[in-house]
């Protein structure tokens, strides 16, 4: 039976039962459906997975900015990347941004070969975008005026009681917050695109390329 049923069977009986009060009659029925709409929705909420959940809430923003924690490494730039990867494929234009220093030589071997963009910060306001999401950490630091920023999500493995205003996903038992974004694609169904594939690939809207498969592993 569907809500519309449902509710016109609640209202003939209610009416039945309250034929002098019909506003009243109408009011329960409006409440009653309200109600099960309202279940209904959250219903279909809590069965989404972490990473739908995560991709429908990044694709919303016209900009979001992706914040790295002060000296990142792969696991925080691979994380950073699989976000602006995420965020762009619903058509959100993302720039992603560290504090301090990428310094070892790991670290710079691994920007330098992904060929990757980041922009270094040294305060808040340089970060134009409204909603910002963290990744590797789960509280802004290492920058003037990091106390400013309210994150609209967190998505980190570390300890801390960081939150983000609309999404958190702190998993300290993994070793790695990378970890934590393969399986978002690998719960939306993504698959790896080959290098080899990538001219004759229709669309790369669902597919992770290259760059950031060979990041997150």
């Given at each position: 039976?569907?809500?519309?049923?449902?509710?016109?069977?609640?209202?003939?009986?209610?009416?039945?039962?309250?034929?002098?009060?019909?506003?009243?009659?109408?009011?329960?029925?409006?409440?009653?459906?309200?109600?099960?709409?309202?279940?209904?929705?959250?219903?279909?909420?809590?069965?989404?997975?972490?990473?739908?959940?995560?991709?429908r809430l990044v694709g919303g923003p016209e900009a979001l900015a992706v914040l790295m924690h002060p000296n990142p490494d792969p696991d925080a730039m691979s994380c950073a990347l699989a976000v602006?990867?995420?965020?762009?494929?619903?058509?959100?234009?993302?720039?992603?941004?560290?504090?301090?220093?990428?310094?070892?030589?790991?670290?710079?071997?691994?920007?330098?070969?992904?060929?990757?963009?980041?922009?270094?910060?040294?305060?808040?306001?340089?970060?134009?975008?409204?909603?910002?999401?963290?990744?590797?950490?789960?509280?802004?630091?290492?920058?003037?005026?990091?106390?400013?920023?309210?994150?609209?999500?967190?998505?980190?493995?570390?300890?801390?009681?960081?939150?983000?205003?609309?999404?958190?996903?702190?998993?300290?038992?993994?070793?790695?917050?990378?970890?934590?974004?393969?399986?978002?694609?690998?719960?939306?169904?993504?698959?790896?695109?080959?290098?080899?594939?990538?001219?004759?690939?229709?669309?790369?809207?669902?597919?992770?390329?290259?760059?950031?498969?060979?990041?997150?592993?």
């Amino acid at each position: 039976m569907g809500v519309i049923d449902a509710a016109d069977e609640v209202l003939d009986s209610v009416a039945s039962e309250l034929p002098d009060e019909p506003l009243l009659a109408v009011a329960l029925v409006a409440a009653l459906v309200a109600l099960a709409i309202g279940g209904w929705l959250l219903l279909g909420y809590l069965r989404r997975t972490p990473g739908e959940r995560f991709a429908r809430l990044v694709g919303g923003p016209e900009a979001l900015a992706v914040l790295m924690h002060p000296n990142p490494d792969p696991d925080a730039m691979s994380c950073a990347l699989a976000v602006q990867t995420i965020a762009e494929s619903r058509e959100t234009d993302t720039t992603l941004y560290y504090p301090g220093q990428i310094r070892h030589h790991e670290n710079r071997a691994f920007e330098t070969v992904l060929d990757m963009d980041f922009e270094r910060i040294e305060e808040a306001e340089t970060i134009e975008e409204t909603d910002v999401v963290l990744v590797d950490h789960n509280e802004p630091r290492g920058f003037r005026g990091s106390e400013s920023i309210g994150p609209l999500a967190v998505v980190d493995h570390h300890p801390g009681d960081g939150t983000g205003r609309e999404f958190t996903d702190v998993r300290t038992d993994n070793g790695a917050c990378a970890t934590i974004f393969s399986e978002y694609f690998d719960e939306m169904g993504w698959e790896p695109v080959h290098p080899d594939e990538m001219a004759t690939q229709e669309s790369l809207d669902e597919a992770i390329q290259p760059d950031t498969s060979t990041a997150l592993i």
